[in-house]
Nanobody, 124 residues
Framework: QLQLVESGGGLVQPGGSLRLSCAAS????????IGWFRQAPGKEREGVSA????????SYADSVRGRFTISRDAAKSTVYLQMDGLQPEDTAVYYC?????????????????WGQGTQVTVSS
């Protein structure tokens, strides 16, 4: 069974950092893309970042480029989203998603498997 489990969300002050984790199970070793998406209250879900199978290619939304870093640890079947310089507008439920393909970028419709989401709240 293919499964994604996010963790690492929480409450942080503006300017702070969090690291989200997306643990994957049931996928062929490394042969899947991971995307991070977020949905704020009253807004549509948007693509934040993505990493290719084997980690050679990454993509970031303009709003997070330079502040967020995506990476993957093949040995742990886990993808991370390091979020630095967090701002109140980053507050959202963050989801990781996967597809068994080499690349799909941040196009939501290209992802088949979704985690349950983890809440990130940036507030003083």
């Amino acid at each position: 069974q293919l499964q994604l489990v996010e963790s690492g969300g929480g409450l942080v002050q503006p300017g702070g950092s969090l690291r989200l984790s997306c643990a994957a199970s049931g996928f062929a070793k490394d042969y899947y893309i991971i995307g991070w998406f977020r949905q704020a209250p009253g807004k549509e879900r948007e693509g934040v970042s993505a990493i290719s199978s084997f980690g050679g290619r990454t993509s970031y939304a303009d709003s997070v480029r330079g502040r967020f870093t995506i990476s993957r640890d093949a040995a742990k079947s886990t993808v991370y989203l390091q979020m630095d310089g967090l701002q109140p507008e980053d507050t959202a439920v963050y989801y990781c998603a996967a597809n068994q393909a080499p690349w799909a970028g941040r196009t939501m419709g290209e992802y088949t498997y979704w985690g349950q989401g983890t809440q990130v709240t940036v507030s003083s």
